[in-house]
């Protein structure tokens, strides 16, 4: 799996995660079906472990693309969790606590289906990322958005590309299009050399982090 990541931030994300008390995070899902099982299991860990206090699980309030993940959605699959066995079930019926107390919530923004990067968001979207330890992006599209949808030189630092977000961001990402930032030259180099559609074909992954400027103890 680690030889199909591009990039890998994995010790910046647990190293920002680890610098603060837990606090609240950000988890703005992509795909329904058996991709937003995982992104339940992540908001799960986190939770569970103590590396958040609570969440907002950002969804769609509609299908924008006709796989996207909305409230609905999000609410049958902990449904299926919880009346299934095992872990799954134990899982399922964790999130629907947290759920019903308030350490969970659902939130469908309409910026989410908005045809605007992330660097337009609005005011209160804003003071959601901004208020939180931690944003989890996953996915292809809201990577583009969080970069601007830009054909950026791949070597262009990730940390450059997202200076704007108000907050400690990282991305969960397949690459399935052309736009990629944050990959080290030899890095590039190799995937160039090797050639195909390492872009695009879905065969490649990142997971990269741009850390809040915490700021410094007097």
């Known amino acids: 799996m680690r030889r199909c990541l591009v990039a890998d ?3 910046t994300l647990w ?17 329904a079906g058996p991709e937003l099982l995982p992104d339940l299991v992540l908001a799960d ?5 103590d590396r958040a206090a609570s969440e907002i699980l950002h969804l769609k309030p509609y299908p924008y693309y006709v796989s996207d993940a909305t409230t609905t959605d999000a609410l049958a699959c902990l449904n299926r ?7 799954a ?21 309409p ?8 660097a337009d968001m609005p005011a209160d979207l804003r003071e959601d ?12 599209l809201n990577y583009r958005r969080l970069v601007g949808d830009q054909h950026w030189p791949a070597t262009t630092p990730f940390t450059e590309a997202t200076s704007y977000f108000p907050g400690t961001v990282t991305a969960l990402r397949t690459l399935k299009s052309d736009v990629v930032t944050g990959l080290a030259s030899e890095t590039l180099l190799a995937l160039e050399a090797a050639g195909g559609a390492w ?17 410094k103890s007097p």
């Open 81 to 87: 969790m919880t009346t299934a066995s095992g872990h």
């Open 129 to 140: 990322f901004a208020a939180s330890t931690l944003t989890i992006m996953k996915g292809d």
């Open 45 to 49: 860990h986190l939770l569970h472990t």
């Open 111 to 118: 910026f989410s289906c908005a045809p605007l990067p992330y």
């Open 9 to 11: 931030d994995t010790e």
């Open 15 to 31: 190293a920002a995660l680890s610098a603060t008390r837990p606090g609240q995070i950000c988890l703005v899902a992509d795909n």
């Open 199 to 215: 872009r695009t074909g879905g065969t490649h992954a990142v997971i990269q982090t741009k850390p809040w400027d915490l700021p």
């Open 89 to 109: 079930s134990q899982i399922g019926e964790r999130l629907s606590q947290t759920l019903a107390t308030g350490r969970l919530t659902l939130r469908a923004h």
